[in-house]
């Protein structure tokens, strides 16, 4: 059985991308995927005016609220006490967004429900994956 979170969130936009200073993206969790996120973000708000939906982990966003994480094209830190900082690196640039941290939180809340932390592994349909990866490579 599939579960599908999505929060709408204001993300602020800080660097790098049109002069759109707040934009409204969702954060989305599919229990199929069980280790990953995505954060998608509206049209208006990218550089190529098409909508842009980065993916990355669940993890990555959760130890990001508390210290920085990441090393890679996403990047999440604390700011202050009640926003948290996203940033996403392209060739075309770099986007750093700020998010309240309490909607974060609370989405991650929901994730958590539908799939506790440690536990994803066991929503794996490793059969499904296997069958989709050899329909792929004929």
Do not use: K, N
């Not at 094209?73 to 640039?93: I, K, M």
């Amino acid at each position: 059985m599939s579960i599908v979170i999505e929060q709408l969130v204001q993300a602020r936009l800080v660097a790098a991308a049109p002069r759109v200073p707040s934009i409204p993206a969702t954060l989305h969790y599919d229990r199929r995927d069980p280790f990953a996120v995505r954060m998608t973000f509206p049209a208006p708000a990218t550089l190529e005016g098409v909508e842009v939906c980065w993916t990355f982990a669940r993890e990555l966003l959760a130890d990001g609220m508390s210290a920085p994480e990441g090393h890679g094209d996403v990047r999440v830190r604390p700011y202050g006490d009640d926003h948290t900082v996203l940033e996403f690196h392209a060739p075309e640039g770099t986007a750093v967004v700020h998010v309240r941290s309490d909607d974060v939180r609370r989405f991650l809340d929901a994730t958590g429900e539908a799939v506790p932390a440690g536990t994803e592994h066991r929503h794996l349909d490793l059969d499904q994956d296997l069958a989709e990866l050899m329909r792929d490579a004929c």
